[in-house]
DNA sequence: TTGACAATATAGACCGATCTATCTAAAAAC
DNA sequence: GTTTTTAGATAGATCGGTCTATATTGTCAA
């Protein structure tokens, strides 16, 4: 149960933080939705802050492993895989509640670069941006920093679009733009 | 003096929105900054919440407005000035204070699609994204929608990896991504 | 130019609500 | 029997917003 609470208090924030945002979520809010003492909660985490990193940490790993899995689940090789990124945003895009990227939120609500909360978002897209670099090295691209980092803003711009303009067709948009660019590299 | 009072807070609002966040800056902030009697605010405004459309609004005119001019000095031809909408964005991301888009930011922070705030901050990209379809349309691409929305996901990604990812040469990124898309439509 | 009236701005008290965080003492779990 | 969790009181700060009574404006007529 040490730890069972822990992680409790992490989902429970973390879906807070996800439908309503970092600082509409109140502590109250948290351990009244997680049916938890309030102590418990400074009993796992030091502040407010150091839950929101808790909760931010496993996001990006949540994420980014599903999106993997996803991925890998809809294409066999490298180059479809690039492509499937954009058909996973879509399914993401249209998920029930879609609520956009907590770290480009999270960045946003924090905008000091030296803020921790700020260098978590950070620090998750730039891993981000590394898997679609990855991918475009594994298909055998001539440039593949350049054409991963093109298919990235594509794709973070199709989250802007998603969320910001409630455009839930902008990942099918990313995909069409991707096409000529995987084209001009070989792909 | 009885609209000067109103556009030094909307002035004064917009400037601390930008820097800090619209929940991270308290109405007596806003005010003090100003110099402006508490009551002043609320003789103009009905609501912290108006004070922000407000500023919105004036932000909204204002960006575009740069923009433009911006784009309209670095380049002569439509096709130019698609490629200038980067340059544009370059020196944005590379000024002094650049805190992200006060659009996007404002999105994360009110996530309800039906807040007047949302909606906002939805007519602005839109705004943004029908310019750069203009622009296309002018440089006579053959599928002007398409290639606008296109170059328009690179701006908006770009936007989200200078400021959350801090990658401060992020427009130079998207610029060279969006060579081959307009090589592409033959401009 | 002056006087008068209406509109606007002022400072600051005040409200209830909410915020993050701490503390305690009893209960529960391992 | 030690660690963890509990409920709830409490702290001090801040939040958005209202109210009042005074002072400062801007306007227009005499």
Redesign the interface.
């Known amino acids: 149960m040490a730890s069972s609470k822990r992680q409790l208090l992490i989902d429970t924030a973390l879906d807070l933080f996800r ?3 970092y ?2 979520t109140g502590i109250d809010r948290v351990i009244a939705e997680a049916g938890v003492a309030r102590m418990t909660l400074y009993n796992h985490f030091k502040s407010k802050d150091e839950l929101i990193l808790a909760a931010l940490r496993h996001r990006d790993s949540g994420f980014r492993d599903g999106l993997v899995r996803r991925v890998e689940h809809l294409a066999d090789t490298p180059g479809e895989r690039l492509r499937a990124v954009y058909d996973a945003l879509d399914i993401w895009f249209n998920s029930d509640d879609f ?2 990227c907590m ?3 999270a ?5 000091d ?1 030296e803020n921790p909360i ?1 260098i978590a ?2 620090e998750h ?2 891993r981000v ?1 590394n898997y679609i670099r990855d991918l475009a090295a594994q298909a055998g691209a001539p440039d593949p920093e ?1 054409l991963g ?2 298919l ?10 998603a ?4 455009d839930k067709n ?1 990942a099918k ?2 995909k ?2 991707a096409e ?2 995987l084209r ?1 590299a070989g792909l």
């Open positions: 439908r309503e945002g600082h509409a609520h956009g770290f480009i939120n960045a946003a609500e924090y905008h670069p700020h978002a950070r897209k730039e941006r350049a980092d093109s990235n803003l594509l794709a973070e711009g199709s989250i802007v679009m969320h910001a303009a409630n902008a948009t990313a069409a733009a000529p660019l001009a």
